[in-house]
């Protein structure tokens, strides 16, 4: 708080109160009072005035300034009712309790919606674990009475399966911290995993899948890498040319590693290539060559930036996509 501030906020009083001064000062001078008397009933009212104001702008600004303060070093802002002490005059005590209930009834909603996101997170968990048992059953009659026939429908079941996952990594992504175990691994061993759980669909778009010196060692979570790859991989699937063909190779570089994912597919026109990685975003070519949700990037962007990783897409239309991933040598987790 200012002296500015607070002389604007006390301009009527300061107004009224030289008006009264003069007021008496008049009277004073028609009863034919002696100057000195004048004068010095003028000092003694200003005085005494100009202290009640000094007193009353030192209290006030040492009392916003403490809170705003407090409120610029808190992180939960809502908790700021809860530190800040009352203060000791009369506006800033009702001020003080108007904020107490507000941010109480605040309080009381976020816990209600926490506990709401909380048991819809749960029930996505749930549900997810009990659908992949009839997918699982399915997955495995198919396999046991394999047919040329079965195929198509083997593939189909295998697309559930991963929008099913996809659905699952979306509910655990807001709680990764509990959530992640961090390991070393290569590059080379999660690669392998994510190509191999996509191996049927790879075939039948006839993928030819390429790889170079992925025997470098990084740090994270495997279980979020794997699904992070799996979703750059289906992309290549759904967008690809006539050949699809996708090459996974590794650098070394200054304080970090970086995974780099191309793909000789349609591409990513230049206006879209800003907001692929936006939620629910599915572009030109999205919307024409394959149905898309717009959630396969999103993801990977989020959990690559709660893993503290950087993640970055580069393309041009008809001339395939590359992806690219930098695991860091040091890890910042985010909560």
Same mark, same amino acid.
């Given at each position: 708080?200012?002296? $500015?501030?607070?002389? #604007?906020?006390?301009?009527?009083?300061?107004?009224?109160?030289?008006?009264?001064?003069? /007021?008496?000062?008049?009277?004073?001078?028609?009863?034919? =009072?002696?100057?000195? *008397?004048? /004068?010095?009933?003028?000092? $003694?009212?200003?005085?005494?005035?100009?202290?009640?104001?000094? /007193?009353?702008?030192?209290?006030?600004?040492?009392?916003? @300034?403490?809170?705003?303060?407090?409120?610029?070093?808190?992180?939960?802002?809502?908790?700021? =009712? @809860?530190?800040?002490?009352?203060?000791?005059?009369?506006?800033?005590?009702?001020?003080?309790?108007?904020?107490?209930?507000?941010?109480?009834?605040?309080?009381?909603r976020i816990a209600s919606l926490k506990n709401a996101e909380r048991e819809y997170h749960?029930?996505?968990?749930?549900?997810?674990?009990?659908?992949?048992?009839?997918?699982? +059953?399915l997955k495995l009659i198919l396999t046991n009475s394999r047919t040329k026939e079965n195929?198509?429908?083997?593939?189909?079941?295998?697309?559930?399966?991963?929008?099913?996952?996809?659905?699952?990594?979306?509910?655990?992504?807001?709680?990764?911290?509990? @959530?992640?175990?961090?390991?070393?691994?290569?590059?080379?061993?999660?690669?392998?995993? +994510?190509?191999?759980?996509?191996?049927?669909?790879?075939?039948? +778009?006839?993928?030819?899948?390429?790889?170079?010196? *992925?025997?470098?060692?990084?740090?994270?979570?495997?279980?979020?890498?794997?699904?992070?790859?799996?979703?750059? $991989?289906?992309?290549? $699937?759904?967008?690809?040319?006539?050949? *699809?063909?996708?090459?996974?190779?590794?650098?070394?570089?200054?304080?970090?590693?970086?995974?780099?994912?191309? @793909?000789?597919?349609?591409?990513?026109?230049?206006?879209?290539?800003?907001?692929?990685?936006?939620?629910?975003?599915?572009?030109?070519?999205?919307?024409?060559? =394959?149905?898309?949700?717009?959630?396969?990037?999103?993801?990977? #962007?989020?959990?690559?930036?709660?893993?503290?990783?950087?993640?970055?897409?580069?393309?041009?239309? #008809?001339?395939?996509?590359?992806?690219?991933?930098?695991?860091?040598?040091?890890?910042?987790?985010?909560?």
């Open positions: 708080m200012s002296l $500015i501030q607070f002389i #604007k906020e006390k301009q009527f009083s300061v107004l009224l109160n030289l008006i009264a001064l003069l /007021i008496i000062l008049m009277i004073f001078y028609l009863y034919g =009072a002696n100057v000195s *008397l004048i /004068i010095l009933v003028t000092i $003694i009212q200003f005085f005494f005035f100009l202290c009640s104001m000094i /007193i009353e702008f030192y209290r006030m600004k040492k009392y916003y @300034d403490e809170l705003m303060d407090v409120f610029e070093q808190l992180d939960e802002k809502t908790f700021i =009712a @809860d530190i800040v002490k009352e203060p000791s005059f009369y506006s800033g005590q009702v001020f003080y309790q108007v904020l107490k209930g507000a941010t109480k009834v605040m309080n009381d749960d029930y996505i968990e749930l549900w997810v674990h009990e659908i992949k048992t009839p997918i699982t +059953a195929l198509p429908i083997q593939a189909e079941v295998s697309k559930i399966e991963e929008y099913v996952e996809q659905a699952l990594f979306y509910a655990r992504s807001s709680t990764l911290n509990q @959530d992640y175990k961090i390991e070393t691994f290569t590059l080379e061993s999660i690669v392998n995993q +994510a190509v191999k759980s996509l191996s049927l669909s790879l075939i039948r +778009a006839n993928g030819k899948i390429e790889t170079n010196h *992925l025997d470098l060692n990084v740090t994270s979570d495997s279980k979020w890498i794997v699904f992070i790859l799996k979703q750059i $991989i289906d992309n290549s $699937i759904k967008y690809r040319s006539e050949t *699809l063909k996708i090459s996974f190779s590794a650098r070394k570089i200054e304080n970090g590693t970086v995974l780099k994912i191309s @793909d000789n597919g349609i591409g990513i026109i230049e206006s879209d290539i800003e907001r692929i990685f936006n939620r629910g975003f599915t572009g030109t070519n999205g919307r024409d060559y =394959a149905k898309s949700t717009g959630m396969g990037l999103y993801l990977c #962007k989020t959990l690559c930036e709660k893993l503290g990783l950087l993640i970055k897409a580069e393309s041009q239309d #008809k001339r395939g996509t590359t992806i690219k991933i930098f695991f860091p040598d040091r890890l910042n987790i985010l909560n």
